[in-house]
């Protein structure tokens, strides 16, 4: 098998992942708070990380020398996970995910102030495109709007941050001490909280707390590979294969069939996502030396 095949196989898998782990989010959210879920997650998680980095290059690569730069990273990445499971709670599978798609053109519009970059009139349509492709999905003004939609934005543009920080700081800390650290600190947050949010699982639940922590790994580990075995232009677009796996779970577990505009709303911004994708390649291409 192709170097090619295996990244887009990974990506795909660490997508599946993503999808079977937010919709037993979304069945627990039914009964339990974002921030229980989030402690039993990052709990399984955590262990789970610390042991895939002794395997790929030693403890050692959690070292730190910026612990405030984890900490921000940590609190910036909680408010991502609180936004997006108290969506899920408040919307369909299906549009919670096309909402969740803005992230990368948050990324596009926050690197201008944030990271000092520019940006050309081509990304700049793109971008302009999937928040079109946004206000479709979120009918701000509509009858059917409601206040998880904002509540979902809110989690792209926590996750934008997330990116944003990594790209700064990625070459300077090493990848598993970026999402070490990055599941450190919800986990630590919501352990916080559990006095005052704390609901007795079902004897269902806890397996179910158990498979989503495992399955956080998984997507994470699933990307991480696919970026490795493959050029990122090549396996990005097979992110937007969560939307499938969306309508599919939430068809098949809640009844869900999303309406026309999640559909409309939802093409456009991935379209508009793999506009900036090819684009960036484009550009990387054309800057790079002549050998």
């Known amino acids: 098998m192709s170097e090619s095949f295996k990244g887009i196989g990974f990506m795909c898998l660490g997508v599946l992942c993503l999808a079977l782990g937010d919709a037993i989010t979304k069945w627990l959210g039914e009964v339990h708070s ?3 879920i989030i ?12 042991l895939i980095a002794r395997f790929n290059g030693g403890l ?8 405030g730069v984890h900490l921000l990273r940590g609190l ?7 936004c997006f499971m108290w969506g899920l709670t408040l919307l369909p599978l299906a549009e919670t995910t096309a909402i969740a798609f803005a992230a990368p053109l948050f990324v596009t519009l926050l690197s201008v102030p944030l990271l000092g970059e520019r940006v050309d009139r081509p990304t700049l349509l793109a971008t302009t495109l999937g928040f079109v492709g946004v206000l479709v999905v979120v009918r701000p003004g509509g009858e059917s709007f409601q206040m998880g939609a904002l509540v979902v934005v809110g989690a792209a543009v926590f996750y934008a941050l997330t990116m944003i920080t990594a790209r700064r700081y990625g070459s300077r800390e ?3 001490a970026l999402v070490f650290y990055t599941t450190l600190v919800p986990l630590l947050i919501s352990a916080m909280t559990l006095p ?4 007795a699982p079902a004897p269902l639940h806890w397996p179910a707390f158990l498979v989503a922590g495992f399955l956080g790994v998984g997507a994470m580990t699933g990307l991480t590979l696919a970026f490795r075995y493959a050029p990122a232009a090549l396996v990005a677009p097979f992110d937007y294969t969560a939307l499938l796996w969306a309508v599919l779970l939430g068809w098949w577990f809640w009844g869900e069939v999303p309406d026309i505009w ?11 996502g793999l506009a900036i994708a090819y684009h960036e390649r484009r550009t990387s ?3 790079r030396p002549a050998a």
């Open 262 to 272: 999640v559909f409309v709303g939802g093409s456009l911004i991935i379209v508009s």
């Open 39 to 50: 402690f039993f997650r990052t709990l399984v998680s955590l262990p789970l990380i610390a």
């Open 60 to 67: 050692r690569t959690l070292a730190t020398r910026r612990p």
């Open 285 to 287: 291409l054309a800057r």
């Open 196 to 199: 005052w949010v704390w609901q």
């Open 76 to 82: 910036i990445f909680t408010g991502t996970m609180i």
């Open 174 to 176: 090493h990848l598993w």
């Open 34 to 36: 974002p921030l229980q």
